[in-house]
């Protein structure tokens, strides 16, 4: 059984462009969760997906977008990317309403040059 | 504004001795409490969690307490084992309220030395 899967694990991009990170939830899973973690701080809550729609959202900028497909699997989108959004985001997946035992995946290390 | 908030960097212990992380909230509508588990170049990892109704909850060698009235919350490892050895986050939740978001704080670095 497949855990949470993202890709890439690393990237680099320049600043101004946008980037794209892909997350498949755990098999069973419907909701899926983005999470912005910095060096040295513990993860941000930065939008949730259910049923293809956003369900909640963290406090992000508009350049942050995210997209939940039919099978569950989900993007988080970046746009104009600035040096501070250098960081690991994660994506974590859970079963219906709530985030109770959310289990991650293992992260894409983005870093803005 | 830290909502959860782990005020401990890090930990040091030996090897069989009991470890205790500490977390503290400020949101009195946060009703479910987790910890998680992060090595190096991997995503966090559950490990337990307690519901707002309870004030201890065991697992194996993992117990977290709860204090309602304090707004603490505690994870005890007994014994401490040099596998522990990662960073420790404590998140919240208010699913009550419908909010399935986790609040993490900023994490605690336990190293077991053997």
């Given amino acids: 059984d497949a855990g949470v899967t993202q890709s890439p694990t690393h990237l680099i991009k320049t600043r101004g462009q946008q980037v794209t990170l892909r997350c498949s939830p755990k098999s069973g899973h419907d909701t899926v969760s983005w999470y912005q973690q910095a060096l040295g701080q513990g993860p ?9 729609e956003e369900r909640q959202r963290g406090n992000f900028p508009d350049r942050f977008s995210g997209h939940q497909f039919p099978n569950y699997s989900s993007e988080l989108n970046v746009n104009a990317l600035l040096l501070g959004d250098s ?6 997946s859970s079963y219906g309403n709530g985030d109770t035992e959310a289990f991650f995946g293992q992260g894409t290390r983005l870093t803005v040059v | 504004d830290q909502q959860v908030k782990q005020n401990s960097p890090s930990l040091s212990v030996q090897e069989g001795r009991i470890s205790i992380l500490n977390c503290d909230y400020t949101n009195s509508m946060f009703d479910y409490f987790l910890w998680y588990k992060k090595y ?15 004030d201890k909850n065991e697992d194996g060698r993992f117990t977290v307490f709860l204090n309602k009235s304090a707004k603490h919350l505690s994870l005890h490892i007994v014994p401490s084992q040099p596998g522990d050895s990662a960073v420790y986050f404590c998140a919240a939740s208010a699913l009550s309220s419908n909010t399935g978001k986790l609040i993490f704080g900023q994490g605690t670095t336990l190293q077991v030395k053997p």
């Fill in chain 1, 44 to 52: 941000q809550f930065i939008f949730q997906y259910y049923e293809e």
């Fill in chain 1, 87 to 92: 960081a690991l985001y994660l994506c974590a």
């Fill in chain 2, 40 to 54: 190096p170049a991997e995503g966090p990892t559950f490990l337990i969690s307690i519901s707002s109704i309870k």
